[in-house]
């Protein structure tokens, strides 16, 4: 997309008209990074922008103003990857809150299983909600989230998750993948839970086939993923190679059984850490057969060194170069896995720019970090990425930086998040300081 598609010249709405909300002065992002040179207002009525160009907004009267002064206006960021049944859970881990991360991966696994015991409906809806609450704030128009599914927890983090859910929707829109964290062949009795949850609603499954026991019991598992996917009519949301353990090779299998089944563009393929240990050959292949069948790469940039165990963040760089849609999540947030995280896409692609990396001479690779949370990452949560122009449904964000390399410098200023042409969540921010020298005024 070209700049240029964004300067719809619109006739002045009749002055007797009153907006809903204009926002003045704002220069428009695509999802591919373009940026307009010119300054537009935007002008929204009945939940959709009814007008998007240079002075569209003079002289019209308005219940609500955003003066952009400059600011970039973009569709909602999506957050594609996320754990909102453990977001926040944290904080209720040992005695004193916050233990050193576990490099012991069974223990990890225990911790975690102990933790989803202690979970109740409401408590995990509580949690998720103030997720949910603080991903509008960021920006974040859609969240695809995973909610474990399980002998243990068995339905409660996923009603809790739905609750949450079906609170927030005039905030933004979840979308729930259910996820058998704990097997489908070691944990007789999680299938039929997957199947009952994507009866109840859940708009798509998941899986993390190399958490079984033998490679049959993996393959037992994509096949079944596969199975339930078709079963129910939905798109797959899976993590696979998700260590960087060179044991863990399951990436093609996903991909052959992706075309055989006809799922192109509805598999999405999270972390897939382990790709980092294949042979180069082997890695080529994988990846050729991963653009072939459509299958959208979400990495999480926190996964690297720092974070322990190490999951990496794949070989982005070269799945990219393939023509594969990469996009990058925040994964886990605050919880047993991860002590960090504020659901901030501009910190996510921040950090992938660093991660992949996307550094080059001309910084084209803030473009393409910009669309790991925008477009890329609408396409790995299995939604359509609505571009900003007049006729949409009224759901944009609005940042005081008036660049994307500015916006990727995150310094604090205001953000709103506007949905259905309300605004729905905003962020303040300055920074102050004495005059210099100190004390002379
Ligand atoms: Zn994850």
């Known amino acids: 997309m070209t700049a240029s598609e964004h300067q719809v010249s619109v006739a002045p709405l009749d002055g007797a008209v009153v907006a809903d909300l204009i926002v003045e002065r704002a220069r428009v992002a695509s999802a591919a990074g373009a940026v307009t040179a010119e300054l537009v207002d935007v002008v929204v009525r009945g939940g959709r922008i009814a007008?998007?160009?240079p002075g569209a907004g003079a002289g019209v009267a308005a219940?609500?103003?955003?003066?952009?002064d400059?600011?970039?206006?973009?569709?909602?960021?999506t957050e594609p990857h996320s754990h909102p049944d453990k977001a926040l859970s944290r904080r209720s881990i040992g005695p004193l809150g916050l233990p050193a991360p576990l490099t012991h991966r069974p223990a990890l696994m225990q911790r975690q299983r102990d933790l989803k015991a202690t979970f109740t409906r409401?408590?995990?809806?509580?949690?998720?909600?103030?997720?949910?609450?603080?991903?509008a704030a960021q920006g974040v128009g859609t969240v695809a989230g995973q909610a474990d599914i399980d002998t243990v927890t068995g339905l409660t983090s996923f009603e809790g998750v739905m609750d949450a859910r079906e609170a927030h929707t005039d905030l933004l829109e979840l979308r729930?993948?259910?996820?058998?964290?704990?097997?489908?062949v070691q944990d007789p009795g999680a299938y039929d839970l997957v199947a009952a949850a994507l009866a109840a609603g859940a708009h798509r499954v998941g899986g993390w086939p190399n958490n079984e026991r033998s490679p049959e019991d993996q393959l037992t598992h994509l096949d079944q993923v596969f199975e339930l996917a078709e079963r129910f009519g939905v798109g797959i949301d899976i993590n696979v190679d998700y260590f960087t353990d060179p044991t863990e090779r399951l990436l093609l299998p996903l991909a052959e059984r992706t075309l055989a089944h006809g799922m192109q563009g509805l598999v999405n393929a999270n972390h897939v850490g382990a790709l980092e240990t294949y042979s180069q050959g082997d890695?080529?292949?994988a990846i050729e057969k991963v653009a072939e069948a459509g299958i959208t790469v979400t990495v999480c940039p926190t996964n690297l060194s720092g974070s322990r165990p190490y999951r990496g963040v794949s070989r982005a760089a070269e799945l990219l170069a393939a023509g594969v849609t990469l996009a990058a999540g925040t994964g886990n947030l605050q919880d047993n896995w991860e002590p960090f995280g504020n659901l901030d896409p501009l910190?996510?692609?921040?950090?992938?720019?660093h991660a992949v990396p996307l550094a080059d001479e001309d910084d084209r690779g803030v473009e393409t970090a910009w669309r790991l949370v925008t477009d890329h990452a609408a396409r790995a949560a299995g939604v359509p990425f609505n571009a900003l122009r007049a006729g949409e449904p009224a759901d944009f964000v609005v940042l005081a930086a008036t660049s994307l390399t500015d916006a990727l410098r995150n310094e604090p200023g205001?953000?709103?998040?506007?949905?259905?042409?309300?605004?729905?969540a905003r962020r303040l921010g300055e920074i102050w300081t004495a005059p210099v020298p100190a004390g002379v005024a």
């Not at 400059?70 to 960021?77: Q, S």
């Not at 409401?122 to 949910?132: M, S, W």
């Open 176 to 184: 729930v993948t259910a996820f058998p964290q704990e097997g489908l």
């Open 283 to 285: 890695a080529r292949q």
């Open 70 to 77: 400059g600011g970039l206006i973009t569709a909602p960021f």
């Open 414 to 424: 205001p953000r709103w998040t506007v949905r259905g042409g309300r605004i729905v």
């Open 63 to 68: 219940r609500e103003r955003i003066a952009a």
């Open 347 to 353: 910190d996510t692609a921040r950090l992938a720019w």
């Open 51 to 53: 007008a998007l160009g």
């Open 122 to 135: 409401e408590e995990v809806a509580d949690r998720a909600g103030a997720f949910l609450r603080l991903a």
